[in-house]
């Protein structure tokens, strides 16, 4: 029933090339920053990754999407991440555009053994007609350095089955069951029981049921019992593995867009 691991190293020994993952967090928050760098060292490459969206430039997923080891992302969220847009208007990288609450769904279903259901989500769009682009035809180094000519669809998403319930119409998506799952949680106990901390709850508990081999890294580790049952969020069942994070790698939290303003001046409106 001991589930912990020494290292994050360990947690990840046996992921091999080519494996699918489902990775919780959404910007920066609730991401599984060890366990993807522990992916990194390991020097796996052709993975793919199920998860909101592919992190940033240079953190998260970001780290192994420009080392060159992703070749596919289904996720619904591109954002700000050059990397990202680069690697797939270049042709060098696969992406499967889902809506956000699809996406979330699809996870859920998949760790509950569901392995499809309808929803009104994408009825009348290419989400469920086809053609969405799912690889760009590659281009050349001089086209891309130019930016020059616009990319060609290689690959477009098939159309789906489209039924109608109760005069609505709803389109059939599949649920999504992965090799390994990556989260990270605010406290975590021995027997893999896990909690998130209000916005790092995320797609965490989906991605967690998603994995087959389930491993989270977690900032406080705890003892069987600690937890209360009502506030456990993902039970130990779907958890394989647990890393226990030192302090350092437990606070080190970054910010996505720093807002401030400037500082009233006393007598100003």
């Known amino acids: 029933m001991d589930k912990v691991r020494a290292t994050a190293a360990e947690a990840v020994q046996d992921l091999p090339d080519g494996a699918s993952l489902a990775v919780g967090g959404f910007g920066l928050s609730g991401v599984p920053n060890v366990l993807i760098q522990a992916v990194h060292a390991r020097g796996v490459g052709r993975l793919s990754v199920v998860s909101n969206n592919c992190g940033v430039d240079g953190g998260g997923l970001g780290v192994l999407l420009a080392a060159g080891r992703i070749a596919k992302v289904t996720g619904s969220y591109i954002g700000d991440n050059r990397e990202f847009a680069r690697q797939y208007l270049g042709g060098e990288l696969e992406v499967e555009l889902v809506p956000q609450g699809t996406?979330?769904?699809?996870?859920?279903a998949g760790g509950c053994g569901i392995p499809a259901f309808y929803t009104p989500a994408g009825v009348g769009t290419q989400v469920a007609a086809g053609g969405l682009p799912l690889r760009y035809a590659?281009?050349?180094?001089e086209q891309a350095a130019s930016?020059?000519?616009?990319s060609e669809v290689a690959v477009a998403s098939p159309a789906k089955e489209v039924r109608d319930f109760d005069g609505r119409s709803?389109?059939?998506?599949?649920?999504?069951?992965?090799?390994f799952a990556l989260v990270r949680a605010a406290r975590g106990d021995r027997h893999g029981n896990l909690v998130f901390r209000r916005a790092a709850r995320n797609f965490n508990p989906l991605a967690a049921m998603a994995g087959r081999i389930t491993v989270a890294e977690v900032e406080e580790l705890v003892e069987p019992g600690v937890l209360d049952p009502d506030a456990v969020h993902?039970?130990?069942v779907f958890v394989q593995r647990v890393v226990e994070l030192t302090p350092e790698q437990a606070s080190a939290k970054g910010i996505e867009r720093r807002t401030t303003s400037a500082p009233v001046t006393q007598g100003t409106v």
């Open 103 to 108: 996406l979330a769904e699809r996870l859920r």
């Open 138 to 141: 590659r281009r050349t180094a």
């Open 147 to 150: 930016g020059a000519g616009a």
């Open 234 to 236: 993902v039970p130990g």
């Open 170 to 179: 709803y389109v059939l998506e599949r649920g999504i069951t992965t090799d």
